[in-house]
């Protein structure tokens, strides 16, 4: 994930994933994650893609989708998505025309039951909590991915040794509690990361759920995650969503990745379309 350091200032750039033409459902798509002052209204605002590939360059007009859905907070999480007609090689985005580079990633690939996108680490995550659900998830064909913002130096080594035997991905992320310039970001960036979770794996993940460091699931009808999802959504016809309730109440949600367009905090921002949601 890349600092904020871009030049358009109000428009601050946190990540983009291209899915090349080995993807077939999002064939040649780029997603891309913003975050932008609540009173600039980048959701109704034109936002221009040029793809190069070498030998010309295209203007392609970006879908822009505002993720934080209220006002409380002086920054709002933006995501946007173009498709593109050719293969990628230079990405740039025209804004008040003023052209920055855009540095992309290759979204993931690699088939998974299950992912479970969780909110950015700083100093307040007990090392033990990650520990278990990463040895969790590992165990039932889970995938973890974590964003570590400051955080001791054992800590780190921690999770380095974790990903070398169990199903984990770390991500840097930004330090929006300790950037005074960012630091009205609604709960430390909980819909950034998710958002770019969701960009990350909506293509390779069966499944995908948004759940807090000391929340984990566990199959209980099966063996693995995918055998556990897929009876629910397969047994009952129009089903969008699983919703669980953690031990406060507090609602959490299962999902195949194309029934959700954009994510705020753990919960859609719009339930799918004609799809229910099967409470468990």
């Not at 709002?76 to 920055?100: C, P, R, S």
């Amino acid at each position: 994930m890349k600092e904020l350091d871009n030049d358009e200032m109000d428009l601050f750039f946190v990540s983009a994933y291209y899915y090349g033409n080995e993807y077939s459902f999002y064939e040649n798509q780029v997603s891309l994650t913003f975050l932008a002052p609540r009173d600039a209204h980048w959701d109704r605002r034109k936002i221009i893609v040029i793809r190069s590939n070498g030998s010309n360059s295209v203007l392609e007009p970006m879908k822009v989708h505002r993720a934080t859905p209220h006002n409380i907070c002086k920054f709002v999480t933006i995501t946007g998505t173009v498709t593109l007609k050719d293969d990628l090689m230079d990405l740039e985005i025209l804004v008040n025309k003023n052209i920055a580079g855009i540095r992309y990633l290759p979204a993931d690939n690699k088939q998974r039951d299950l992912v479970v996108c969780t909110p950015p680490i700083y100093n307040n995550v007990r090392w033990q909590s990650i520990l278990l659900i990463a040895h969790i998830y590992a165990r039932f064909n889970g995938h973890l991915q974590l964003y570590l913002s400051n955080s001791k130096p054992a800590f780190f080594d921690l999770l380095e040794e974790l990903k070398q035997h169990t199903g984990i991905s770390v991500s840097p992320f930004p330090d929006f509690f300790g950037n005074s310039q960012l630091d009205e970001i609604e709960f430390g960036g909980i819909t950034v990361a998710s958002s770019d979770c969701l960009s990350k794996y909506k293509s390779s993940a069966s499944f995908i759920a948004f759940l807090e460091w000391d929340e984990f699931l566990i199959p209980t009808r099966f063996s693995s995650f995918f055998d556990e999802f897929a009876n629910f959504f397969e047994s009952e016809i129009f089903v969008g969503l699983l919703e669980y309730k953690n031990s406060k109440g507090v609602s959490k949600i299962v999902s195949r990745p194309f029934n959700i367009g954009s994510i705020w905090l753990n919960e859609p921002v719009e339930r799918p379309y004609k799809l229910k949601t099967k409470k468990i």
